[in-house]
């Protein structure tokens, strides 16, 4: 299993190291259903320009399909001004969820119920969590126990505005 495999299942790692190599143009050029491909490589090569860890997606929330339409110095100023615009909402954002993690790791020590240090492990790793992911260190009546709890202190948030079938995360 290679680091692709789950970004882009079904592709050849060595098809996409040579996209990489030749950049979002010649992703683009293999036609219109390749735009998603092209974009996540976008940020990949940024991510890995940049000496990043993860994948964080600039160009793939900021690139219009016009944007994708252009080729050579036009598309090269439209990535440059995507990632321009779409640096400041990213910072936010990531501030945001540190102090959010930072919030639910203080509480944690509050947390009694058994299993609760994993299940703080799991929201700090996961976008969205079920009570019901819960279920592995905890009985699923204390999951949805300690998902209420957590909310009560301000340390994740359900996410779904539903009544059932909810969703918590940070």
């Known amino acids: 299993m290679t680091q692709w495999d789950r970004v882009l299942p079904g592709l050849d790692a060595k098809q996409i190291e040579s996209w990489l190599a030749a950049g979002q143009e010649a992703v683009l050029a293999e036609g219109s259903r390749a735009e998603t491909t092209a974009?996540?490589?976008?940020?990949?090569?940024?991510?890995r320009a940049l000496g990043w860890t993860?994948?964080?997606p600039?160009?793939?929330?900021?690139l219009t399909p016009r944007d994708l339409?252009?080729?050579c110095v036009d598309l090269q100023q439209a990535c440059h001004r995507t990632v321009v615009t779409a640096a400041g909402p990213a910072s936010r954002?990531?501030?945001?969820?540190?102090?959010?993690a930072a919030r639910l790791r203080a509480v944690?020590?509050?947390l009694r119920a058994r299993g609760a240090g994993e299940a703080v492990a799991l929201f700090l790793n996961r976008d969205a969590l079920a009570p019901s992911a819960l279920t592995e260190v905890m009985s699923d009546r204390a999951a949805r126990r300690l998902c209420d709890r957590l909310v009560e202190l301000g340390a994740v948030r359900e996410l779904t505005g539903r009544p059932?079938?909810?969703?918590?995360g940070l």
């Open 164 to 168: 059932s079938f909810r969703l918590y």
């Open 69 to 71: 339409r252009a080729r």
């Open 54 to 56: 993860h994948l964080t």
């Open 108 to 110: 944690a020590p509050k």
């Open 58 to 62: 600039l160009l793939a929330t900021g």
């Open 93 to 100: 954002l990531a501030a945001d969820l540190a102090r959010r």
């Open 39 to 47: 974009l996540i490589l976008a940020d990949a090569t940024l991510a």
